[in-house]
């Protein structure tokens, strides 16, 4: 992954520029990082597939308790708790559904 010094004309740019370019951007915490994406050409393994089970059911989770306000500012002391592991209520929230559901704790 390679970080990009923004211009004005790929600010705001995120995903990918079209269906068959392998050329994907994003944006993190304020900085623009482009990567080449290998798509597989393999079936998912059932592991892949249940930890693919376990991230969007963590996100949903995360997401549930970034609508509620309570909530929310429960995880935002979390993650300033957490000394630089979390940079975000939501990151914090995230990580402890996912792992909660993997088995780690």
């Known amino acids: 992954m ?3 010094e923004t211009i004005s004309l790929i600010e705001g740019i995120r995903g990918k520029l079209d269906r068959s370019e392998n050329l994907v951007f994003s944006k993190r915490f304020g900085e623009t990082y482009a990567w ?4 597989s050409t393999k ?6 597939l249940a930890a693919q089970e376990r991230f969007a059911t963590a996100a949903t989770q995360a997401a549930t308790d970034m609508a509620d306000p309570e909530k929310k500012a429960e995880w935002k002391e979390v993650a300033i708790a957490s000394d630089g592991k979390y940079k975000t209520a939501r990151g914090a929230a995230f990580a402890s559904y996912y792992n909660k559901a993997s088995g780690i704790e």
Not at 36 to 39: N, S
Not at 43 to 48: I, R, V
């Open 43 to 48: 079936a998912p393994t059932a592991a892949q």
């Open 2 to 4: 390679a970080k990009i």
């Open 36 to 39: 080449e994406m290998t798509p």
